[in-house]
């Protein structure tokens, strides 16, 4: 991979059968996901965007959705930028399930993060979740908002860019200062070793998922 100027670490939160991995799979891939497992733990991508002439590397974490693993996934949230909650817009139960996942990211995650709520599968005919309502909850919580269909591909790459791009406005205003906080960002330009930046963090993520493994192995 090339040299980049920001690492931005994403999570990917919401109840269990979002298409949270689908639409992981699809940013990746720009292919839909194949096979329909449950995600167990966390799984884990990279992708790269040009943003302005500036290369932005992605760090993508796909979390499970059932309640066994909310413990383990905690670790996860103060080291992310960005998170983005999902939702089901053909289920009204997952969007009631919103509030329980947004308590997690204020209890567990950095005072800086930025968060998307994301309405997905709008492929759908049939939808229990207006747009109107998932706007409003966005809008009274001070969330981006987007639509998408993780399936075909709607709206999936301009999601992932516009959180990159809301994030890139935030250190350039100041909102994200990094000289105290880099709590999900790597900066790569300005340390002469961005090679050791990136193992540093693969070592991080690593030792978090060891750790994962010792608190679920009986």
Known sequence: MSTFKYLFKFIIIGDSFVGKSCLVQQFLQDQPRQEHEIT?????????????????RLSIWDTAGQETFRSLIRSYYR????????????????????????????????????????????????????????????????????EVSALNGIG??????????????RIDNAIIDLGKH??????????????????????????QQKNQKKKSCC
């Open 40 to 56: 167990v733990g966390i799984e884990f991508g990279v992708k790269e965007m040009n943003i302005s002439g500036s290369i932005i």
């Open 79 to 146: 080291s992310a930028i960005g998170v983005l909650l999902c939702y089901d817009c053909s289920s009204m139960q997952s969007f009631n399930g919103i509030d329980k996942w947004v308590q997690e990211v204020k209890n567990n995650g950095n005072e800086n993060v930025v968060i998307a709520l994301v309405c997905n599968k709008i492929d759908l005919q049939e939808r229990q979740v207006s747009s109107i309502q998932g706007r409003q909850y966005a809008v009274d919580e001070g969330f981006l908002y987007f």
């Open 156 to 169: 999936v790459q301009q999601l992932f860019r516009d959180l990159t791009i809301e994030i890139i406005k």
């Open 182 to 207: 880099q709590q999900g960002i790597v900066v790569g330009e300005i340390n002469p070793s961005p090679t050791k930046q990136i193992i540093t963090l693969e070592q991080e993520d690593n030792q």
